[in-house]
């Protein structure tokens, strides 16, 4: 055995060995000399320190291996922060600590390990500085540039914490609604999605690797605008004919009535003409519009021997006829309203038929000397002002006084058709259509003293639109047209009930 350079120990060789090769085992050259003399290894000189560069949340630092590597010369090799003593391995460099701190200043030192143990120390690296999220950008204007869409002016921050900064985000409030523009530098950011007539203000932050900044001050207040409605809903119902005359006259018709949509746009103007009642008996109602869409007037019911416009009631269309007039009432407009009711023929049954309605025909008058005058045709029922109302019922047949028996008028039509008139000593007028149903009148009765009782009046039209109320309310309304806004949930409604003009958006 000898020691060489360095303290190197000889190998001893022995024939007997149990390695069966002439050579000691470790075991037993350790056994030999004493195993408190024997060499288990050599620490590895300390790293030389390169440049440590900073990341987000983390550093890679640089470094060269010791050199001398010791024994075993198989190293790791650890890199620990100050302050916190953050650290991270690896085999080669350069080793990358992570966990640290965004925005604070670190500097790192390297040591090798072998199974021997941990060489001292590096020298400090150079100070460096993790990433951290950006300042808070300046706001600037918002500004509304449609009825969804802002504009939102922002001035970068004047720090990007170190890396550049990839986006801007604006916000709005209420509501969250989000737009963002990809540069490092100020701008205009669009957000879109915006509700239409409803308050804004929008904040800004920057982002970067790091995450998001601070968010700005809040910008100024705007509001978008309403689009005007490119379709609205319609009802437009004509005025009511007025009743026939007594003797058993029929009611009036009330037959014009038309529902739907309709396109519209903005800057153009729509006429609204609100039918007037037949002003008296024997006569039309008038017909209303709104846009293109025209209603017709109901027609006047007859009497027994009055001025009708025809034995079939009147020419507006729906009248009820009157004794001794064949059983055919006015004929009904397609697409609004029904026939009229026929009158009885003979005596001694002098009964009117109802006018008709735009629900339903009115009814005939019946051959008995129980009978009554005839009812009016039903209206039809509409839900455009938020409850459901009928509209142009037909007027009531007028009843007749025979054998001193007296008879009942019909009943008006649901939706505004007034009853007949009933067989009186001295009074059985008819009643008047209601207004703004576009109900026809009732007929007229006939007295003990064979006098002939007056029809009644037709009830006025109505024009109604509706639309949601995310739209533009009605810009101009001229020409006299008089008008309510009945409350529908998340509708406007307009409710014309008289008068002749224009509206537009």
């Avoid at 320190?49 to 470094?63: C, D, K, L, Y």
């Avoid at 080793?95 to 400090?124: E, I, Q, R």
């Avoid at 690797?209 to 609205?232: C, K, L």
């Amino acid at each position: 055995m000898n020691r060489g350079n360095g303290g190197a120990i000889g190998v001893l060789v022995s024939p007997t060995s149990t390695a069966g090769s002439g050579f000691w085992s470790l075991s037993e050259q350790q056994q030999l000399i004493g195993a408190s003399v024997w060499p288990q290894g050599r620490l590895p000189g300390a790293p030389t320190i390169g440049t440590a560069t900073a990341g987000v949340r983390s550093a890679s630092v640089t470094f060269t291996p010791p050199v001398d590597p010791g024994y075993p010369a198989s190293l790791t090799y650890t890199a620990t922060s100050s302050p916190g003593g953050f650290t991270g391995t690896g085999s080669s460099s350069p080793v990358t600590v992570t966990g640290l701190a965004n925005g604070t200043a670190y500097t790192f030192t390297v040591t090798a390990t072998n199974s021997s143990g941990t060489s001292p120390a590096s020298a400090a690296s150079n100070s460096t500085t993790t990433y951290s999220v950006p300042g808070a950008p300046t706001i600037g204007t918002a500004t509304t540039t449609g009825s969804s869409t802002a504009t939102v002016t922002y001035t970068a921050p004047g720090s990007n914490g170190g890396t550049a900064i990839t986006s801007y985000t604006a916000v709005s409030s209420p509501g969250g609604i989000t737009g963002a523009l990809s540069q490092a530098g100020s701008g205009t950011i669009t957000v879109s999605g915006l509700s239409s007539g409803t308050s804004y203000t929008f904040t800004v932050y920057a982002t970067n690797a790091a995450g998001n900044s601070a968010s700005s001050g809040a910008s100024n207040q705007i509001t978008t605008p309403q689009p005007a409605p490119t379709s609205v809903e319609y009802l437009v119902v004509a005025g009511g004919g007025g009743g026939g005359g007594g003797n058993g006259g029929g009611g009036g018709g009330a037959v014009g009535m038309l529902d739907s949509t309709v396109g519209v746009s903005a800057g153009t103007s729509y006429t609204v003409t609100v039918g007037a009642g037949a002003p008296t008996q024997y006569s039309d109602g008038s017909g209303s519009q709104f846009s293109s869409i025209t209603t017709t007037g109901g027609g006047s019911g007859v009497g027994e021997s009055g001025p009708g416009s025809g034995n079939y009631g009147g020419s507006g269309g729906g009248g009820g006829s009157g004794y001794n007039y064949p059983k055919g009432g006015g004929s009904g407009i397609s697409g609004q309203g029904n026939n009229g009711g026929g009158g009885e023929l003979g005596n001694p049954f002098r009964w009117g038929g109802g006018g008709g309605g735009a629900g339903a025909a009115g009814n005939s008058a019946t051959s008995s000397l129980s009978s009554n005058g005839e009812a009016g045709g039903i209206g039809r029922t509409s839900s455009i002002t938020g409850s459901s109302t009928y509209y142009a019922g037909g007027g009531g047949g007028g009843s007749y006084h025979e054998f001193q028996q007296y008879r009942s008028g019909g009943a008006g039509g649901a939706g505004g058709g007034g009853a007949g008139g009933t067989a009186t000593f001295a009074t059985g007028n008819g009643v008047n259509g209601s207004a703004n149903t576009g109900g026809g009148g009732g007929g007229g009765g006939w007295s003990h003293n064979n006098a002939s009782l007056g029809g009644a009046l037709g009830g006025s039209g109505v024009v109604i639109i509706a639309y949601p109320n995310t739209f533009l309310p009605l810009a101009s309304i001229s020409g006299g047209l008089s008008y309510d806004q009945p409350s529908r949930s998340g509708y406007r409604v307009y409710r014309f009930t008289g008068g002749t003009g224009t509206i537009s958006w």
